[in-house]
Protein backbone atom coordinates (compact mmCIF):
# COMPACT_ATOMS: atom_id res chain seq x y z
CA UNK A 1 0.00 0.00 0.00
CA UNK A 2 1.29 3.53 -0.86
CA UNK A 3 0.94 6.75 0.71
CA UNK A 4 1.12 9.45 -1.61
CA UNK A 5 -0.47 12.43 -0.39
CA UNK A 6 0.09 14.68 2.88
CA UNK A 7 -4.09 14.07 3.59
CA UNK A 8 -4.21 10.78 3.42
CA UNK A 9 -3.33 8.07 6.32
CA UNK A 10 -4.63 4.76 7.42
CA UNK A 11 -6.63 4.41 10.23
CA UNK A 12 -8.00 1.36 11.68
CA UNK A 13 -11.90 0.81 13.53
CA UNK A 14 -12.69 -1.83 15.78
CA UNK A 15 -16.14 -2.30 16.60
CA UNK A 16 -18.10 -5.17 19.08
CA UNK A 17 -19.02 -5.61 22.60
CA UNK A 18 -16.62 -3.98 23.94
CA UNK A 19 -13.65 -3.34 21.31
CA UNK A 20 -9.89 -3.49 22.06
CA UNK A 21 -7.10 -4.47 20.21
CA UNK A 22 -3.59 -3.90 19.47
CA UNK A 23 -2.22 -2.49 16.33
CA UNK A 24 1.36 -1.91 14.58
CA UNK A 25 2.82 -1.21 11.38
CA UNK A 26 5.55 -0.44 9.91
CA UNK A 27 6.48 1.57 7.11
CA UNK A 28 9.58 2.64 4.42
CA UNK A 29 9.47 6.42 3.59
CA UNK A 30 10.99 7.83 0.12
CA UNK A 31 12.14 11.53 -0.11
CA UNK A 32 11.25 11.93 -3.77
CA UNK A 33 13.65 15.37 -3.65
CA UNK A 34 16.63 13.60 -2.65
CA UNK A 35 16.14 10.03 -2.78
CA UNK A 36 16.75 9.59 1.24
CA UNK A 37 14.86 6.61 2.50
CA UNK A 38 13.93 5.80 5.78
CA UNK A 39 11.91 3.29 8.21
CA UNK A 40 9.43 3.94 10.71
CA UNK A 41 6.68 2.00 12.53
CA UNK A 42 4.08 2.69 15.34
CA UNK A 43 2.31 0.22 17.94
CA UNK A 44 -1.31 1.30 19.24
CA UNK A 45 -3.95 0.21 21.77
CA UNK A 46 -6.92 0.84 21.35
CA UNK A 47 -9.28 0.52 24.19
CA UNK A 48 -12.85 0.77 24.10
CA UNK A 49 -13.74 2.90 21.26
CA UNK A 50 -15.79 2.94 18.39
CA UNK A 51 -13.83 5.78 16.50
CA UNK A 52 -11.38 5.09 14.08
CA UNK A 53 -7.55 5.21 15.17
CA UNK A 54 -4.85 6.29 12.77
CA UNK A 55 -2.28 3.69 12.64
CA UNK A 56 -0.07 4.88 9.63
CA UNK A 57 0.30 8.61 9.65
CA UNK A 58 0.34 10.66 6.52
CA UNK A 59 3.25 11.12 4.66
CA UNK A 60 5.37 14.54 4.56
CA UNK A 61 5.25 16.54 0.98
CA UNK A 62 7.54 15.20 -1.45
CA UNK A 63 7.77 11.89 0.53
CA UNK A 64 5.85 8.20 -0.89
CA UNK A 65 4.95 6.28 2.57
CA UNK A 66 4.95 2.38 1.53
CA UNK A 67 3.11 0.03 4.11
CA UNK A 68 5.38 -2.85 4.41
CA UNK A 69 3.33 -4.39 7.16
CA UNK A 70 0.39 -4.37 9.18
CA UNK A 71 -1.46 -6.21 12.12
CA UNK A 72 -4.69 -5.87 13.97
CA UNK A 73 -4.87 -8.22 16.96
CA UNK A 74 -8.19 -8.43 18.83
CA UNK A 75 -7.28 -8.79 22.61
CA UNK A 76 -11.22 -8.48 23.19
CA UNK A 77 -12.83 -11.08 25.33
CA UNK A 78 -15.70 -11.23 21.99
CA UNK A 79 -15.67 -11.22 18.51
CA UNK A 80 -14.76 -7.84 17.28
CA UNK A 81 -14.69 -6.50 13.34
CA UNK A 82 -11.76 -4.65 12.39
CA UNK A 83 -12.18 -2.21 9.62
CA UNK A 84 -8.78 -0.30 7.74
CA UNK A 85 -9.72 2.94 6.35
CA UNK A 86 -7.99 5.46 3.57
CA UNK A 87 -8.58 8.53 5.56
CA UNK A 88 -8.23 12.82 4.93
CA UNK A 89 -8.61 14.75 2.24
CA UNK A 90 -12.06 15.15 0.43
CA UNK A 91 -12.81 12.13 -0.18
CA UNK A 92 -15.77 9.90 1.44
CA UNK A 93 -13.53 7.65 3.70
CA UNK A 94 -13.59 4.26 1.65
CA UNK A 95 -12.87 0.82 3.84
CA UNK A 96 -9.88 -0.83 1.98
CA UNK A 97 -10.09 -4.34 4.38
CA UNK A 98 -12.74 -5.41 6.43
CA UNK A 99 -12.65 -8.93 8.56
CA UNK A 100 -14.76 -10.40 11.78
CA UNK A 101 -12.13 -11.74 14.22
CA UNK A 102 -12.41 -14.23 17.37
CA UNK A 103 -10.53 -13.30 20.37
CA UNK A 104 -6.69 -13.59 19.99
CA UNK A 105 -7.18 -13.87 16.61
CA UNK A 106 -5.06 -11.17 14.08
CA UNK A 107 -5.35 -9.44 10.45
CA UNK A 108 -2.56 -9.19 8.96
CA UNK A 109 -1.03 -7.66 5.46
CA UNK A 110 2.31 -7.81 3.97
CA UNK A 111 3.54 -6.31 0.91
CA UNK A 112 4.84 -10.37 -0.41
CA UNK A 113 1.03 -11.34 0.64
CA UNK A 114 -1.43 -9.12 0.95
CA UNK A 115 -4.34 -8.65 3.77
CA UNK A 116 -5.08 -12.09 5.75
CA UNK A 117 -6.06 -13.97 8.86
CA UNK A 118 -4.68 -16.07 11.37
CA UNK A 119 -6.40 -18.30 13.56
CA UNK A 120 -6.20 -19.00 17.24
CA UNK A 121 -4.20 -22.06 16.03
CA UNK A 122 -1.97 -20.21 13.65
CA UNK A 123 -3.95 -21.46 10.93
CA UNK A 124 -5.04 -18.85 8.11
CA UNK A 125 -8.24 -17.89 8.10
CA UNK A 126 -10.47 -16.92 4.92
CA UNK A 127 -12.17 -13.92 5.33
CA UNK A 128 -13.93 -11.71 2.42
CA UNK A 129 -12.43 -8.01 1.90
CA UNK A 130 -14.36 -5.17 1.94
Known amino acids: MLLTSIARSLQVAITGTTPSANLAAGWK ?29 APGEGVLRDVEWMSIYNIDGTTTTASVLLAGGDITTPVIFKAALATVETAAYTKQRGWHCVTTAGALKTTPHA
Open 29 to 57: DTDQRNGKVSYDQAEVAISNSTSATEIVP
